[in-house]
C-alpha cells in the first residue's frame, strides 16, 4: 500500500482554503497540516503541489456509459477512463442501455465488470420501469439490494400514479428518485405538487429553465427538501441549435442558473455526458459528451462570474457525496482519499480529438476553458497523471 505526501498545496473543499500538506495512508486522508515531517513513514510518494489546488475528486450523479449494448458510443471501460480524466471516481450511470437496466441480471454484469476493472467507484441507477417505457413498475425491492438510484431517465415517466409510487416507496424504501423532465417545466411542478402531496427522496435532473428554477425556488423557501442539478453545458452555453435534452436554452435562462447556483438553489453539477458516435449524432440522437471537460467548463463560468472554487468543491463533491452516502466529497482527516490535483489557472481548448471518450460529440469544440486535472487519485491510488502513467 502506497502512502502519498504533497507538499506545499493550495487545498480547497466546500468549506476550507489552506495552504500545506496533506498525507495520504492506507486510503484515507490521515493527515492535514501546514508542514508535515515524513521521516518515520517508509514506502512514500511525495509530490510537490506548488502552485496547485487539491480538491475532492468529482462526482457525477448522471452519465451514460452505454454498457451494455451500445458500446460502439462508449464502454464501461472507456467512459471510466474519460471520467478518472475529468477528475470524476464516481459515478452514476443511467439504465438506458441494451437490454435496459431494469433487472439483477444487467445489474450484476455492470457492477461486476466495474470491479474488475476497477477504475471508478460505479453507483449504478434501475429504471423505475419495466424496459424504460414507463407503464409498469419494476421489483424496485429487489433491485434495492443492489442501488439505492433509481430513474427513466433518457425518458420522462408521464404516468403520474407510477410517480407518485415510485416516491412514496422511497420513503418507506430509502432510495432516491431521479427524475427526467420533459416538457421541463410542466413536470418539475407536477413532481414537486406530488413531493409536497406524498413526500420522499426527490432529484431533479439537468434543469435548463428560468420558469423551472422559480417553481424550484418556491418549494425550497417553503422548506421542502429535495435537490436538483444542473449541465456544465447549460450554463457554458445557450441558443445553440446543437441536440441535448433539455435542449440549449436562452441567454437569460442561463444567466438565471448562475445566478440560483450564487443564491444557493441549485445542488450540484451532473454532467449528462452522453456519448454517441458522428453517425448517430447525424441522425439526431441528443447528448453532448463532456466529463473530461466538466471541470473545465464550469470553472471558466464560475471564475468569469465571481463563484468561488470552494462553491465549485461543494458542488461537483460535497452535495453529491452526501446525497450518495459517501464517506468522501470533502478533505477532512479520516475520509476516503478521493481527490483530484489541479492546476486553475491554466487556460486551454476543448479538442474532441484528444477525448478518451468514445463520443467526440461536444458543440464547444476549439472553445476555450480554464483550469486543467493533474492528477485524480482514488482510493489512495493514482489514477490518472497528465505525465501519462495513466494505470
Known sequence: MHNMLIKNVNIIDANINFQGDLLIENSKISKIDSNIKISDIKDIKIIDGKNKILMPSFIDLHTHLRDPGLTHKEDLESGQRAALKGGF?????????????????????????????DLCDIKQVCAITKNLEGEEIIDIEKMRDYTDL??????????????????SLSKELNFKVLTHCQPEFEIVKRDLNLLKEVGGNLHICHISLKDTLDEIKKYKNDGYKFTCEVGPHH??????????????????DMKYLIQGIKDGYIDMIGTDHAPHTAQDKENGAPGISNIEVAFQMVNKVFSENNISVNKLSEMMSANPAKLLGLNQGLIEEGLRADLVLIDTECEEIIDVSKFVSKGKNNPFNGQKVKGKV?????????????KGDLQ
Open 374 to 386: 493533474m492528477m485524480t487519485i482514488r482510493d489512495g491510488k493514482v489514477m490518472y497523471d497528465i
Open 150 to 167: 433509481f430513474s427513466d431517465d433518457g425518458y420522462t415517466l408521464h404516468n403520474e400514479k407510477i410517480m407518485k409510487d415510485s416516491l
Open 89 to 117: 471516481t464516481v459515478l452514476c450511470p443511467m439504465a438506458n442501455t441494451k437490454p435496459v437496466c431494469d433487472n439483477e441480471e444487467v445489474m450484476g454484469y455492470i457492477l461486476n465488470k466495474s470491479k474488475e476493472l
Open 235 to 252: 450554463i457554458f452555453g445557450y441558443g445553440l441549435e446543437y441536440k441535448v435534452n433539455p435542449s440549449f436554452a436562452e441567454e437569460e
